[in-house]
């Protein structure tokens, strides 16, 4: 069974940092693309950024200038380094990954880790 595991949230003050992981049960390899997204309560998920298989990276573009997704293959974790968060920026985190090879077709997600924003 392939799982998804996210880490890494928490209370933070404005202005301040979090980095979260993810680390899937099997090979990246296996995903054609990795992600982040986001739900704010009472809002709808939003896309926070990506990387695809060969490194391609995309990024919401009002979160670019803050965000870095970035991936560390041996050990089959993704990361998303949030910097200078505001209270804009509490959500539940959501890390996404689509299947490839054997996976092909599979959508996974993990179960989300809590980041709120406040003094």
């Known amino acids: 069974q392939v799982q998804l595991v996210e880490s890494g949230g928490g209370l933070v003050q404005p202005g301040g940092s979090l980095r979260l992981s993810c680390k899937a049960s099997?090979?990246?390899?296996?995903?054609?693309?990795m992600g982040w997204h986001r739900q704010a309560p009472g809002k709808q998920r939003e896309f926070v950024a990506s990387?695809?298989?060969?490194?391609?990276?995309k990024y919401n573009d009002f979160l670019k200038d803050r965000f870095t997704i970035s991936r560390d293959i041996a050990k089959n974790t993704m990361y998303l380094q949030m910097d200078s968060l505001t209270p804009g920026d509490t959500a539940g985190y959501y890390c996404?990954?689509?299947?490839?090879?054997?996976?092909?077709?599979?959508?996974?997600w993990g179960q989300g880790t809590q980041v709120t924003v406040s003094s």
């Open positions: 996404n990954a689509g299947g490839t090879g054997r996976y092909r077709g599979r959508d996974y």
């Open positions: 099997i090979s990246h390899s296996n995903f054609y693309i």
């Open positions: 990387v695809s298989k060969d490194g391609v990276i």
